[in-house]
């Protein structure tokens, strides 16, 4: 099966978001132009706390999203209280609702996002009117470009899982083929190591693992000297196809398999092996 990607577990585990808005609000501070600076040092300190808690249970806990939604909530009206604390709408840390509203498009589900920029909406509403004389046209301009972004990334992300449920579909009918395929079939990934699918037929042969394929001589081979592995043969592959040819297994030279290879470019994306093999035969008699 498909493994799935690695880079969205390190950005939500090592939370971005908290060291960005962290940072910004360190120089503000450093910088002596907040209004409020005693008040709203507390208040990002209370944020960053509540993102690092609801964070590290959510990567505890199987349901996630719940506690995602929650801490993109709890940001969202800590950073209305901050611009309250720094001004009103005219304030430097408006760019937080920007910042979290576009982290949260990319982790969030669609719904939980629409959810998120209700509040963001909300939020900018409330401190418009929490703060004097901040109803001006500056302050609806600000509104009509934090709504016109709300809606970009809302509809980018109906596009995307669009098409994300097109790639989904036809991931599933290769799978179900080639499942029930009686050639093994492995992909592996830019490393050469880590296989990002794989069907029973290709496990049954060894050629899901670097130790199974370690196991796999050509036939003909013997281990008194030095001989390329299909481990090896991999590992090496270069971007010619190689052509099938007869491999056995260490320690059982009766069963002899057809296997071949083929290192494949992909357009915008990193290139990926093809290991594909067969069983030709079990023998009776191992060969002289």
Do not use: C
């Amino acid at each position: 099966m498909r493994q799935p990607s690695l880079a969205l577990r390190r950005f939500e585990k090592y939370d971005l978001v908290s060291i960005a808005l962290g940072l910004h609000a360190m120089a503000i501070l450093l910088a002596e132009g907040a209004s409020e600076p005693a008040l709203i040092a507390v208040l990002v300190l209370a944020m960053l706390i509540s993102r690092l808690i609801l964070g590290y249970l959510a990567n505890k806990l199987s349901r996630r999203h719940p506690l995602l939604l929650i801490r993109g909530i709890v940001t969202l009206l800590l950073t209305g209280a901050v611009m309250v604390a720094d001004g009103g709408t005219e304030s430097r840390f408006f760019l937080w609702l920007v910042l979290v509203l576009a982290w949260q498009a990319v982790i969030s589900p669609l719904a939980d996002f629409r959810i998120l920029a209700a509040v963001a909406a909300a939020v900018y509403i409330v401190v418009a009117f929490a703060s004097p004389g901040n109803i001006d046209g500056t302050a609806i301009a600000r509104f009509g470009l934090l709504a016109a972004f709300m809606i970009v990334l809302s509809t980018g992300r109906v596009l995307l899982e669009g098409y994300e449920a097109r790639i989904r579909r036809l991931e599933h009918t290769v799978e179900a083929v080639l499942s029930i395929s009686e050639m093994g079939i492995v992909v592996y990934d830019s490393d050469r190591q880590t296989p990002l699918f794989t069907n029973d037929a290709g496990i049954s042969m060894g050629l899901a693992s670097h130790d199974g394929m370690a196991r796999l001589i050509p036939d003909g081979s013997t281990v008194h000297h030095k001989i390329d592995t299909l481990a090896s043969l991999v590992e090496g592959a270069g971007w010619l196809p190689y052509e099938p040819r007869l491999f056995r297994v260490i320690g059982d030279p009766n069963r002899i398999l057809r296997i071949g290879l083929h290192a494949l470019r992909l357009e915008d994306a990193e290139p990926v092996v093809l290991v594909y093999g067969e069983v030709v035969e079990q023998r009776t008699t191992s060969p002289r």
